[in-house]
């Protein structure tokens, strides 16, 4: 950052110069044009006196009013002893009277000498500012582009400015990134050791259960047997939860989603007593792994919760899901969407779920520029909404 800083501070001195040089110019024209003006003045001066002396000096205000018209210079005739003016041009007449010519002023310039100097200045210290600026200005692009990436989930992202004017910036930002990177895959590759080291326990438990079952009663065993497949459920889930952090790598299908958002509902429709209604009629800009992930959580959610309708439907870019059961409290509405958060009150951990569900959703559906929301539909339970 010092030697931008140093970058600017000379070429701020270079256009100060440059701009110096041009009114220096300017105001050599203009003492070239006030000499060239003196002189003119010296010869009209000499050449009126010559007229003047020819006649008698009773005569001379009649002559030099004759005069004045071919002159375009003011000269007067001051008697013997009037003192001298500073910087005064005159010549000696007779009798010691002398004719002297008004003092010469500087000239005021031209406007088109205005106008180039001005002109020329700017495009001077633009020049500059330009050739300096531009390198920076493309560094801090490059800088942008890499932090949208970032931003959009593509955590291998990298600015590489090399040595350009904010090198040591573009430096830093890559050695953060990859740090982040770094952090995120170690996180990743933890939660995927530790959830197949949690399974293989789980499975022998299974495996133990059975044998147990004749003994200790299909009851007991039964009961155990629900809370592994919560445990095996969670540890799905997280790994799932790991998946939707990374940006999408199939293309959005919208052309086959229709059929995703239907096979999903067909293979749900018995899981629940309620009834199951599907208008899906329009295609979506998704792709189609994520919408089967996204129907599958929030009608598994909609069928936990209703009383005796689910409806799902797709119009206008939104897939909206909606039931009949207690809904979602208003104060809970936005951390209803937060992983491990099972609700309060009317929709609570006794109707099944480990509380990433709807968490997995917001993900997946933000992957696609997408955002989900809840409100109160009009069969009187909640209604979530994905809206593309």
């Not at 044009?33 to 006196?49: F, T, Y």
């Given at each position: ?6 970058r600017?501070?000379?070429g ?11 009114g ?5 024209q203009?003492?070239h ?17 010559e ?30 002893h009037a003192?001298?003016?500073?910087h ?20 005021p310039?031209p ?10 200045g ?24 890499a932090?949208?990436r ?5 955590l ?18 890559d050695?953060m990134?990859?740090r ?9 590759q933890?939660l ?17 259960l ?5 003994t200790a009663?299909?009851t007991?065993v039964?009961r ?5 497949d ?8 997280l790994l799932?939860?790991?998946r939707?952090e ?10 086959a ?15 629940s007593t309620?009834?199951l209604e599907?208008?899906a009629a ?5 792709g189609?792994?994520?919408?089967a992930?996204i129907?599958e959580n ?11 309708k689910?409806?799902?439907t ?17 104060e809970l509405r ?13 929709r609570n951990?006794?109707?099944?779920g480990?509380?990433?569900g709807l968490a997995?959703?917001k ?12 409100d ?13």
């Open positions: 950052m010092r030697a931008l800083f140093l600017l501070l000379a701020a001195l270079a256009a100060l110069v440059a701009v110096q040089v041009l220096g110019l300017w105001a050599g203009d003492r044009l006030m000499h060239v003006q003196e002189e003119l003045v010296d010869v009209k001066l000499d050449w009126a006196a007229r003047l002396r020819a006649v008698p000096p009773a005569e001379w205000d009649a002559e030099l009013h004759a005069l004045r018209p071919s002159l375009a210079v003011h000269l007067t005739i001051v008697p013997p003192p001298y003016l500073p005064e041009r005159s010549v000696r007449l007779t009798d010691g009277a002398r004719l002297v010519a008004d003092p010469v002023g500087h000239l310039p406007l088109r000498w205005i106008v180039a100097q001005v002109v020329l700017a495009l001077a210290m633009g020049g500059v500012f330009w050739w300096l600026g531009r390198p920076v200005l493309k560094d801090l692009e490059a800088l942008e582009a932090s949208r970032i931003a959009g989930g593509e291998g992202a990298r600015a590489r400015l090399g040595d350009g004017p904010v090198g040591d910036l573009g430096a830093q930002f050695t990134a990859e982040v990177e770094g952090l995120i895959d170690g996180q990743k933890l995927a050791a530790v959830s197949h080291e949690i399974r293989t326990p789980l499975a022998r438990m299974r495996f133990q059975e044998t147990l079952r004749d009663g299909d007991a039964d155990l047997d629900r809370e592994l919560a445990i095996d459920d969670l540890l799905g889930e799932e939860m790991a939707t990374q940006p999408p790598l199939e293309a959005p299908e919208p052309g989603t229709v059929e995703v958002v239907n096979a999903v509902c067909r293979r749900m429709e018995g899981l309620a009834a599907v208008d329009e295609g979506l800009p998704i189609t792994k994520d919408l992930r129907v929030l009608v598994s959610n909609a069928q936990r919760h209703a009383g005796s689910v409806r799902v797709v119009a206008a870019g939104r897939l909206v899901v909606e039931d009949d059961g207690p809904g979602v409290p208003y936005e951390r209803v969407f937060e992983p491990f958060h099972t609700g309060e009150k009317s951990r006794a109707l099944g480990v509380g990433l997995l959703v993900r997946a559906a933000e992957r696609w520029g997408a955002t989900v929301g809840v109160e539909s009009p069969l009187g339970g909640a209604r979530f909404t994905v809206a593309f």
